[in-house]
């Protein structure tokens, strides 16, 4: 009988604790719950942290925020993104992280319209527009852009490609600022063999690429 | 009335003679020890840039930097949380391409800061010491600017009290459409702790077309110090100086001259002193690639001394990364090779400039570097033959320096109580023997050893005797500590019944003060 018990309170406990979906370390901090329904849970374990406050700041909303973040993340899906606060993160940044990579990693243009902020649809545009621009070496592209403030941006990337594609042939003068700079001294270093000149490329891309190119020698 | 030290014992000399008997040894003695080693890679391109370490005994490390997978995409794990063993607490991806870390040591949340890329604007993510995502932000054009702004690059942030603080270059192209030649310049923007606010917007252009800043580091007036470039003709000169709390920017130092130019990349304030140090590369021209750390007062806002350095000499092409100051105020630099097969590096220098020690790191370049209260060092970058170049991995070192710590600071004193001690004249009181227990456990603590025991640990004046014990105790003390700094000194405790003179407290306080060395 008292085994019988005993086995019932086992199940009992077992399907509880399935239940809770998520099982913390001993002692855990609120921080460190949150920190494991980001990484194991679901929308719902974020119930476990309700109305605890940490440093004025609700981690209800923190865990769904982490929670939604990493999923859309994950799937590179912009729909999770609308289980943001929009306060703390927004909805517009979020769905603008996941479709720009997604853009990168080849989609088309019509995943744009899975966003549902439209400040959000239109930067996917414009990496598209960027992305396309630099895949054909085709500057007019650029000025498909909606956003103005982004065309000069995409033109110099394309000729950044243009450069890296062909040093020898690259007029310098097409860029602008530090640009022309980073553009002479990557000529100089591949020309002249001379690394130092790739140190102080200020562009990422040409430095990393003008490094690159003496750790393959 | 004041309590005399009963003396029951006289220090029979051939102590002091073996304390001096074994020179006056110039050179700083250190022990430095790995406590970890951690090689992270998480996927074809994995770069750490910069690491935050907290406060206090056994402080947690949060690295960030950028990974890449071989087709160029991002969104792999980016930020990992180490402990003080160097196991792994916690990681997450930040979705963006991290540059830079703050820490708020108020509640150990951290601020990354990067991503930007072409028409991308930069992010600003806050995270707590779990690394769950608080609040998030971008950048956005100043306000007034032109539709022909362009994206803003952002490269450093600092943390204090009311806000955090991003710097880096602004580039405006003139309008109209289709936007023509461009003008970048220092910005600097501030937001409030939560990030749900932007504080302030600070731009600094002096006339040249390009300028931009590279790191910022904040003191508790809320000033900015800045680090960046401006392009001077046909070179880059480098550029610090100070932005006070309401946007008006003083230059403190232009420097330049050298073929390609000289780039600070990173800024310090030490909170103590006042200080400010930058680091960076100089003379960057065909072969001759140095480090260059400058201080500066922030006082009278210029330079105090500079000091280059090549740690493995002209051929090995090392830059200035990271700059880091410890509880003590001495200076930190990191730095990397540009060519392959050379290590990177960390240096410690006084707050003098003068070079303390070299720890090399083989086979990497190191980007970052930081210091606890602890007498822990750290550094953060990636594994690979030259830095910069791709295929690497992220690395993370903590390294524990022992026995290097004030002694070996020009100009350190201990505020002894009655100092000196006067024979025949001072009174040995509780205090002393209290300060010489508390100090031999600093020195003590300095070396990696624990506290040392004493018996009668609460000398209550006028009623505790001070006996031979007390002062053996301490003598025993401050030998372990020499024999563990690679000195070895013979206490050679004397016996009782004999009279201690004050001359022996004043031989006690010179070890103390001038450990690891022996006294000059």
């Known amino acids: ?217 | 009335m004041r309590k005399k030290i009963l003396i029951f014992y006289v220090l029979a000399g051939i102590f002091l003679v073996g304390f001096f008997a074994v020179g006056l040894s110039v050179t700083y003695a250190v022990i430095l020890g790995t406590v970890y080693d951690r090689v992270s890679n998480f996927q074809d391109s994995d770069y750490a840039r910069d690491i935050a370490v907290e406060k206090g005994l056994n402080p947690n490390v949060y690295v960030v930097g950028s990974v890449w997978d071989s087709l160029g995409n991002s969104g792999y794990t980016d930020i990992v949380k180490y402990s003080s063993t160097g196991a792994v607490v916690a990681s997450v991806s930040s979705g963006f391409f991290p540059e830079s870390v703050a820490l708020n040591p108020s509640d150990n949340s951290i601020y990354v800061i990067g991503g930007e890329n072409n028409i991308t604007p930069g992010t600003i993510k806050k995270y707590d010491s779990s690394l769950n995502l608080i609040a998030a932000t971008t950048t956005k054009p100043i306000t007034g600017g032109g539709a022909c702004d362009g994206r803003h690059d952002i490269n450093g942030v600092a943390v204090d009290s009311t806000g955090i603080y991003v710097v880096g270059r602004y580039k405006r192209f003139t309008p109209p459409s289709p936007c023509g030649a461009s003008n970048e310049d220092f910005r600097l923007i501030k937001f409030n702790l939560a990030l749900t606010q932007q504080t302030g917007d600070y731009m600094y252009d002096s006339g040249n077309t390009q300028e931009g800043a590279s790191a910022v580091a904040v003191d508790a007036l809320q000033n900015a110090y800045i680090a960046g470039d401006k392009y001077n003709v046909s070179y880059l000169d480098w550029v610090v100086g100070k932005m006070n709390s309401v946007g008006v920017f003083t230059e403190m130092e232009v420097y330049g001259g050298s073929p390609f130019g000289d780039v600070p990349r990173d800024i310090t304030v030490d909170p103590a002193s006042g200080y400010i140090y930058a680091v960076g590369e100089n003379d960057i021209s065909s072969g001759s690639i140095s480090a260059r750390l400058v201080q500066y007062s922030s006082s009278t806002l210029v330079s105090v001394w500079a000091t280059s350095t090549q740690p493995f000499g002209i051929s090995s092409q090392s830059g200035g990364t990271g700059v880091a100051v410890d509880k003590f105020g001495s200076v930190y630099i990191s730095g990397g090779a540009y060519v392959s097969g050379s290590p990177g590096w960390v240096q410690k220098f006084t707050s003098f400039g003068k070079l303390l020690f070299t720890n090399p790191f083989g086979n990497m370049c190191a980007k970052s570097v930081a210091v606890d209260d602890n007498n822990n060092f750290y550094m953060a970058g990636q594994t690979a033959s030259a830095c910069d170049s791709g295929g690497s991995d992220y690395r993370t070192v903590k390294i524990s320096s022992r026995c290097n710590g004030t002694s070996t600071l020009p100009g350190y004193t201990i505020p002894w109580t009655d100092n000196p001690i006067i024979s025949n004249q001072t009174k040995i009181k509780e205090v002393h023997m209290r300060e010489l227990r508390s100090w031999t456990n600093d020195r003590r603590v300095d070396a990696g050893m624990t506290s040392s025991t004493w018996s009668d640990n609460l000398i209550v004046p006028n009623q505790t005797k001070i006996k031979a014990t007390h002062f053996d105790e301490v003598r025993t003390a401050i030998s372990q500590a020499y024999s563990t700094c690679g000195r070895n000194i013979d206490p050679n405790i004397g016996g009782p019944n004999v009279t201690i003179r004050g001359a022996h407290l004043e031989e006690l306080r010179k070890y103390i003060l001038s450990i690891p060395e022996f006294p000059s």
């Open chain 1, 1 to 217: 009988m008292i085994g019988s018990v005993l086995i019932l309170l086992g199940i009992i406990f077992f399907i509880y604790q399935n239940n809770k979906g998520v099982t913390f370390p001993r002692g855990a901090s609120t921080e460190e719950k949150v920190s494991v329904i980001r990484e194991k849970g679901t929308m719902e374990d974020c119930a476990l942290v309700r109305g605890v406050m940490v440093n004025g700041t609700d981690y209800e909303t923190v865990c769904r925020n982490n929670v939604a973040y990493q999923l859309a993340l994950k799937t590179l899906d912009p729909k999770y993104c609308k289980g943001l606060d929009n306060k703390l993160v927004s909805v517009e940044q979020c769905e603008s992280e996941i479709l720009l990579k997604k853009i990168n990693t080849g989609a088309d243009i019509a995943v744009c319209g899975g966003a549902s902020v439209q400040g959000a649809e239109i930067y996917c545009r414009d990496v598209y527009r960027l992305r396309e621009a630099i895949q054909k070496g085709d500057e007019a592209l650029c000025d498909t852009i909606e956003d103005i403030g982004s065309r000069a941006p995409c033109r110099e990337r394309v000729a950044i490609e243009g450069l890296v594609k062909n040093p020898s042939g690259a007029d310098c003068s097409r860029f602008s600022g530090s640009l022309t700079r980073d553009c002479r001294n990557f000529k100089n270093a591949l020309n002249g063999g001379d690394r130092n000149a790739c140190t102080i490329i200020t562009n990422d891309r040409l430095r990393s690429e003008c490094i690159n190119s003496f750790s393959k020698n």
